[in-house]
């Protein structure tokens, strides 16, 4: 009865691959995001999708490419994968997307590891 | 633009004792949302508290409370009764309410740890 659920936990592929993290939740929310994390533990936001709507996309390469084919989902797809894209990958979801009282519950997040 | 800081990149705390993480932050928002997360060493986020800028009374849950001091720009959190668990890093992370980037602006950390 996981929340926000991420898979795969860990990804470890090549430079130049093309991979694809998935994240699911089953809250009712009608918010997603997608936050990543770096090597000095920074939080960044990457996109953000209320009703499968873009509504935040930011200074990231469009080699990144998110999908939300409902509400529950949120996809990332990653292209030609760079040594930098190195990180931890945080999906979140919340409700009421003018209502920010309500806290944002995160996946466990994708360790992704660029050889 | 919203901006959080916490200067405090490591803390330590003795198990049973009180402490208190350092979060200032600063938004051009009229309202905004302040919350806490933890992440222990296993890597999720977990929430912990919120404050609303308007809220009149500090938010509380549990052992956690805010030390709001909205004139002051600050929003520190304050753990009683430490315990082993809750080693972890802490997290303080702003929302605008009601213009702007609605995602969460976090602050760089504070890795606490507990010492029995």
């Known amino acids: 009865d996981t929340a926000v659920s991420q898979t795969p936990k860990y990804l470890v592929t090549q430079m130049g691959n093309d991979k694809s993290i998935k994240c699911e939740q089953n809250?009712?929310?009608?918010?997603m995001y997608w936050y990543k994390q770096d090597s000095k533990k920074f939080l960044k936001i990457m996109f953000s999708?209320?009703?499968?709507?873009?509504?935040i996309n930011e200074t990231v390469p469009n080699r990144f490419s998110p999908k939300s084919p409902d509400k529950a989902h949120l996809n990332l797809h990653i292209n030609s994968l760079e040594l930098g894209d190195s990180a931890v990958y945080f999906c979140?979801?919340?409700?009421?997307?003018?209502?920010?009282?309500?806290?944002?519950?995160f996946g466990d997040g994708t360790r992704l590891s660029i050889l | 633009a919203q901006k959080i800081t916490q200067t405090q990149p490591g803390m330590f705390v003795q198990e049973k004792e009180a402490v208190t993480l350092d979060c200032t932050y600063d938004?051009?928002?009229?309202?905004?949302?302040l919350f806490w997360y933890k992440q222990p060493s296993s890597g999720e986020m977990i929430f912990l508290i919120y404050?609303?800028?308007?809220?009149?009374q500090n938010a509380t849950e549990g052992r956690y409370s805010l030390n709001f001091q909205k004139a002051r720009k600050s929003a520190n959190l304050v753990i009683s009764a430490s315990q082993l668990g809750d080693s972890a890093m802490y997290f303080c992370a702003t929302f605008p309410k009601d213009t702007g980037r609605r995602a969460l602006t976090f602050g760089s950390g504070t890795r606490l740890q507990v010492q029995p």
């Open positions: 404050q609303g800028s308007y809220d009149q």
């Open positions: 999708y209320n009703n499968k709507e873009l509504i």
């Open positions: 938004t051009s928002d009229p309202s905004y949302g």
């Open positions: 979140a979801s919340s409700q009421g997307y003018t209502y920010s009282n309500q806290p944002q519950h």
């Open positions: 809250l009712g929310h009608d918010t």
